[in-house]
């Protein structure tokens, strides 16, 4: 068995909550579960230029939506908190005390002025930007005098000059970078807040977790991080840095720019619309747990229940994932037809009333078998049966005159389609329809014609779920009303 394991799920607070942070939540919670350990929110909001109102909100309804349940965060407190790094400021730099007691980390007096000099030579040489170790040479009992004197400062890590580090991570392997190439980073700014190369460390360490599961941007800041738990001596968490997300091209990283494009055309990749836009969370988790991630390379459905099961660490690819909306429509449809009617009905509910339908109970339970096999998502429920709802439908007249006919010949038809329904006591698909297709038959006719001029009648539109499935849940007597009004609007239209 293996072992709990506490993973956390650490945004920063300073924009919405996108489909990268939805992955990295969901992986940390499958395997929280899966190993039957703890899934932890921790926000990230030291940055208080980049903070966001309203961003830790949209997290959490985010994260609830999508389906992932923290054990501990900020909204419910637990035993390592508190889960806000804002209100962990003394702790960051107290751990910031103690590098610098251990020879670890520095204090640093430089000034902006000599940081954008050293800046511009070094550009002017081509040099590498780095800081130059200016305070590192000062004695620490100087340094501490003039802390305390009240002079500005900022907190550096005290990269070693020598010397190589290699730090694992889980999907790419040993990585070793020289030191000398590594810089004295800033761990505490001269606000007295601590930097995320800090903070989340430290924060990592107290809180337990086992496994850092993040983006790859991360992977260039990791040696320092390496370097920073090592010279704590603390125990490392396993390192897990994801793959990026390419645009739907498969060419380059998304841009923000291309997300709102994307918006546009009914996508997105903000969590906070994919609801809207009638994307079922279940489709959600499903279609991001498979970015950058496979069970066996050929399973593509998997329930949330699943992915806690079958998902397994060593199987994430490091590969840049490429966003296939097609493919998220797909997994929509297929987790539309999984859901309990009663559970479709409750979904659809919302979005029939939103386009200004007055829904009752009885007919939606009636409707759902008609749409289930047919929705790729939950918005196209108003188009596909905002009609059962109406009182009456207005067809276009264009709609009931059948393909490679005239409208008097349509009318015709109508008409004969009328009189047969109405002496027959059922509309439903059975004596009505096999009634309506003898008739067809019978006369050479099409059933695509015949049945449009009827569908286009009784549902006011050219596509809609099964005819005679629809007709009887319509009721027959308004049914016949629809049929008979279409024929006037032929008569009209043919006179
Ligand atoms: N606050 C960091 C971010 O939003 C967290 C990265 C991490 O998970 O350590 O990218």
């Known amino acids: 068995m293996t072992k709990p394991a506490r993973t956390r799920f650490a945004p920063s607070p300073t924009g919405h909550l996108h ?36 961003a830790e909100e949209e997290i959490i309804q985010g994260l609830r939506w999508l389906g992932v349940q923290w054990e501990e965060g900020p909204d419910i407190g637990g035993p390592y908190g508190p ?33 954008e000099a050293m800046r511009q030579e070094q550009m002017k040489q081509k040099f590498q930007l780095h800081y130059d170790g200016h305070c590192r040479l000062i004695d620490p009992d100087e340094a501490q005098k003039r802390v305390e004197r009240g002079e500005t400062h900022v907190i550096r890590f005290k990269m070693p000059t020598e010397g190589s580090i290699t730090v694992i991570d889980r999907l790419r392997g040993a990585i070793t970078v020289e030191n000398k190439n590594l810089d004295d980073t800033i761990i505490v700014k001269s606000d007295g807040l601590a930097l995320y190369h800090l903070a989340a460390l430290v924060d990592d360490h107290l809180m337990k977790i086992t496994h850092v599961i993040r983006g790859s941007e991360w992977l260039s800041t990791f040696p320092l991080h390496g370097h920073i738990v090592r010279a704590f001596g603390w125990e490392e968490p396993e390192w897990v840095h994801l793959s990026v997300f390419l645009k739907p091209s498969g060419k380059g990283k998304m841009s923000k720019r291309e997300s709102s494009e994307l918006i546009k055309d009914g996508y997105s990749i903000f969590v906070k619309d994919l609801s809207e836009l009638g994307y079922l969370p279940e489709a959600t988790a499903n279609w991001i747990a498979l970015m950058g991630w496979s069970y066996d390379d050929k399973t593509e459905i998997f329930s949330m229940q699943d992915l806690i099961e079958k998902f397994n660490l060593d199987h994430l690819n490091p590969s840049p994932a490429a966003i296939n909306f097609s493919k998220y429509d797909y997994f929509n449809g ?39 096999p047919r929705i790729a998502g939950l918005d196209e429920a108003p188009f596909m049966a905002g009609f059962f709802f109406r009182e009456d439908v207005v067809p276009d007249p264009a709609d009931l005159v059948a393909k490679k006919l005239t409208a008097k010949e349509s009318a015709i038809i109508a008409r004969r389609s009328l009189e047969i329904l109405e002496n027959i006591p059922t509309i439903g698909p059975g004596v009505a329809e ?17 049945f449009g001029i009827l569908r286009a009648a009784v549902t006011g539109q050219t596509i809609s779920p099964p005819l005679f499935e629809s007709m009887e849940i319509i009721g027959r007597q308004k049914s016949l009303e629809r049929i008979r009004r279409g024929i006037q609007i032929l008569e009209e239209l043919s006179a």
């Open 434 to 450: 096999q009634a309506m297709r003898n008739f067809v038959d019978q006369n050479g006719l099409n059933a695509g014609q015949v």
């Open 83 to 115: 889960y806000r790094q804002s209100e962990r400021k003394d702790i960051y730099l107290d751990y910031a005390r103690k590098l610098i007691a251990s020879d670890n980390a520095y204090y640093c007096f430089c000034t902006p002025e000599r940081l």
């Open 19 to 54: 489909i990268g942070g939805a992955r990295t939540a969901l992986f940390d919670y499958l395997l929280a579960r899966q190993t039957g350990g703890q899934f932890i929110l921790r926000l990230e909001d030291t940055d208080r230029k980049r903070f966001v109102p309203g």
């Open 334 to 372: 297929v987790h539309i037809r999984n859901l309990p009617p009663e559970e479709l009905a409750r979904r659809v509910k919302g979005f029939l009333e939103a386009a200004g339908y007055q829904v009752d109970n009885h007919i939606l339970i009636r409707v759902i078998p008609l749409i289930q």
